[in-house]
């Protein structure tokens, strides 16, 4: 093909592709990425009809306490705080693995684990104060929905420490392979949304409990 054949685009991929070459597909990091959303937001709808099973059931308390005489807000404000700081440590052991530091990826996903403990045992701590005081799950329609909500929540938590722990260990068998680093992305995915989900159930169940 001549070089006045080519100019004219009969060739030029250039020319064929608006003036961009063909980028090819995506790579498979991308692809589980967003694969990895799919699921996620199929989680969300789940959650969402928790959401909206609870806002139906607020005020069906059958005669026990409601949200306001249960619910110790400086604890939540600290489970609270612990998430979001899990949050962030998370993030930034992700750009450790980013950047293929052992050492600063360990070290952030330990902090990340030990954040989502303390959130866990916080958690634990209220429900067990609260079937103490005789609101457990069986007490009310509003108690059934508000335990439901929150422990399916601490439950996402608890397994996403779990894969964290698995994640930290094959990192430190395999090192950063491919594979491994979009199991990551993965993780990161479900561990920011989880955190998403409760700022949703700080504001919705405890903040507006608590004001009902």
Known sequence: MTDAALARGHGDPYHLHGGRPHEGPASKRIVTGYGFWI????????FSCFFAAHAVLLRRTAGGPSGAELF???SVAAETGLLLLSSFTCGLAMIAADVRSL?????????????????????FREFSDLVGRGA??????FLSSFFTL????????????LWLLTMMAQV???GFRADIMRR???FALFWHVLDIIWVAIFSVVYLLGSAA
């Open 39 to 46: 699921f996620l937001l199929s989680d969300i709808v789940i």
């Open 72 to 74: 110790d807000l400086r």
């Open 103 to 123: 050492r600063w990826y360990q070290i952030g996903m330990a902090v990340t684990c030990l954040l989502g403990l303390g959130f866990l045992a916080l958690e």
């Open 136 to 141: 457990g799950p069986t007490r009310s329609a």
């Open 150 to 161: 929150v422990g399916c929540h601490g439950l996402h938590v608890s397994a996403g420490i």
């Open 172 to 174: 430190f068998a395999k």
């Open 184 to 186: 990551l992305l993965c």
